[in-house]
Nanobody, 130 residues
Framework: DVQLQASGGGLVQAGGSLRLSCAVS????????IAWFRQAPGKEREGVSL????????HYADSVQGRFTISIDNAKSTVYLQMNSLKPEDTAVYYC???????????????????????WGQGTQVTVSS
């Protein structure tokens, strides 16, 4: 069974940094692309960043491009999200999940991600104060 457990969130001032971790099991990073999503109160869940399983390329929504970095540790089955220059609009619950299909909308800058499962596991709250 797939298990997803995100951690590392917290309260930080605008301009600060956080590093999120997500321990996964039940699949490998060679099997599936791995992505970070977030969901702010009253909003739909959105894709933030993704690492492709095919070639290791990394993709970001325009809203976080240049500020966030996704990375993996295969030995630890863990995916990370380094978040710098945080803004109040980054406040959300963050989740990691495997992804089966993705593309980036070139006009909107939105990262469109598709999954096979509705299981989200444990998210981690990030709150950025102004």
């Amino acid at each position: 069974d797939v298990q997803l457990q995100a951690s590392g969130g917290g309260l930080v001032q605008a301009g600060g940094s956080l590093r999120l971790s997500c321990a996964v099991s039940g699949f490998t990073f060679d099997d599936y692309a791995i992505a970070w999503f977030r969901q702010a109160p009253g909003k739909e869940r959105e894709g933030v960043s993704l690492r492709s399983s095919a070639d290791g390329t990394k993709h970001y929504a325009d809203s976080v491009q240049g500020r966030f970095t996704i990375s993996i540790d295969n030995a630890k089955s863990t995916v990370y999200l380094q978040m710098n220059s945080l803004k109040p609009e980054d406040t959300a619950v963050y989740y990691c999940a495997p992804v089966t299909y993705f593309y980036k909308d070139s006009r909107s800058g939105v990262l469109v991600l598709r999954r096979e499962s509705d299981y989200w596991g444990q998210g981690t709250q990030v709150t950025v104060s102004s």
